[in-house]
């Protein structure tokens, strides 16, 4: 049975394990910068296989009007089980729904999110990072 919780810390050498896992592009050999994203995260959702990190959904926002979901990553293994989802459901009940959750979807997840009810938009812009 998979459990969800936003009271469990976890390590940096964690998170990388489950980025990697989950095929999504995060810096997982700079264990430091992982570090600092989940120090400075507003909301850390995280599933749980027993005592195996299987998800997480780490999130960063003013807890009023936005929040954006910055990382939404599972394990390989345990995608298509309902997981992410989970972890999305447990992340807007947190914030309510005077809050809008917002993302930046890779090309390989499009067809996902509106799976889960995310609504695409067509009126944003990004100033992108430096590749790493």
Known sequence: ??????????TARAFAEVLSKS???RPVDDLARLEQ????SSCLWTAWDGDKLVGVARAL???SYAC???????????QRQGIGRQLVEHLKA?????VSLVLLAAP???DYYPKINFKKANNAFII???PF
Request: proline letters at 2%; glycine letters at 4%.
């Open 37 to 40: 994203m989940l120090e400075n």
């Open 68 to 78: 954006y979901l910055s990382d939404l990553a599972v394990d390989k293994t345990y």
């Open 108 to 110: 390989s997840a499009m």
């Open 61 to 63: 926002s003013d807890f």
């Open 1 to 10: 049975m998979i459990t969800y919780t936003n009271t469990e810390k976890i």
């Open 128 to 130: 992108p990072r430096k």
């Open 94 to 98: 947190q914030m309510g729904e005077d």
């Open 23 to 25: 095929g999504i592009h």
